[in-house]
T-cell receptor, first 114, second 112 residues
Framework: DSGVTQTPKHLITATGQRVTLRCSPR?????VYWYQQSLDQGLQFLIQ???????AKGNILERFSAQQFPDLHSELNLSSLELGDSALYFC?????????????FGPGTRLTVL | GDSVTQMEGPVTLSEEAFLTINCTYT??????LFWYVQYPGEGLQLLLK?????DKGSNKGFEATYRKETTSFHLEKGSVQVSDSAVYFC???????????FGEGTQLTVNP
């Protein structure tokens, strides 16, 4: 158990819908990362937050957005869902975005868009 | 941009066989290198890491050496077990705390 929790574990929805994925980092970790794992794209970095502020952006679609709240949990919002958004979404955390050398991963949320 | 390339899989071995999974990278500067493992239905776990050239990372019988001259970080294990069956990802970061760039992943199956 990495100490990073993600909810829900599974999510099944329809095209055009909007969903929210939630991540709680390890206790004391200030930095949260979101990754998408799909069969055709592999594991790709989406976005990073550090202590409530966006720090880095990767291959995140405009239909996707994220935020980190004062209690340090993070949410990833996916809207106008398409079939191709079906994937495993992982969240990871580290204690300090600048000094960290290891990211701890949650178990992931499996999103299926029908 | 930065990239990581892993040997094509899947890899199937018998128990106690020797394992090598090749990993090469393209990056400027001095990235840190990692091997992560993903067991079925679980998230990624750090297996080992190396932060500078010629460093050797090791854990649970697995080893990998950071070779800057060949831009490689190949994963090896002398004697695999059925419990090692998983997907293995090679990855890099450019600076501490920055994003991980992953390879494609290699599915390893070990048969008894």
């Amino acid at each position: 158990d990495s100490g990073v929790t993600q909810t829900p574990k599974h999510l099944i929805t329809a095209t055009g819908q909007r969903v929210t994925l939630r991540c709680s980092p390890r206790s004391g970790d200030l930095s949260v990362y979101w990754y998408q794992q799909s069969l055709d794209q592999g594991l790709q970095f989406l976005i990073q937050y550090y202590n409530g502020e966006e720090r880095a952006k990767g291959n995140i679609l405009e239909r996707f957005s994220a935020q980190q709240f004062p209690d340090l949990h993070s949410e990833l919002n996916l809207s106008s869902l398409e079939l191709g958004d079906s994937a495993l979404y992982f969240c990871a955390s580290t204690v300090d975005g600048r000094r960290a050398n290891e990211q701890f991963f949650g178990p992931g949320t499996r999103l299926t868009v029908l | 941009g930065d990239s990581v390339t892993q040997m094509e899989g899947p890899v199937t071995l018998s128990e106690e066989a020797f394992l090598t999974i090749n990993c090469t990278y393209t990056a400027t500067g001095y990235p840190s290198l990692f091997w992560y493992v993903q067991y079925p239905g679980e998230g990624l776990q750090l297996l080992l890491k190396a932060t500078k050239a010629d460093d050797k990372g090791s854990n649970k019988g697995f080893e990998a050496t950071y070779r800057k001259e060949t831009t490689s970080f190949h994963l090896e294990k002398g004697s695999v077990q059925v419990s090692d069956s998983a997907v293995y990802f090679c990855a890099l970061t450019k600076t501490s705390g920055s994003r991980l760039t992953f390879g494609e992943g290699t599915q390893l199956t070990v048969n008894p």
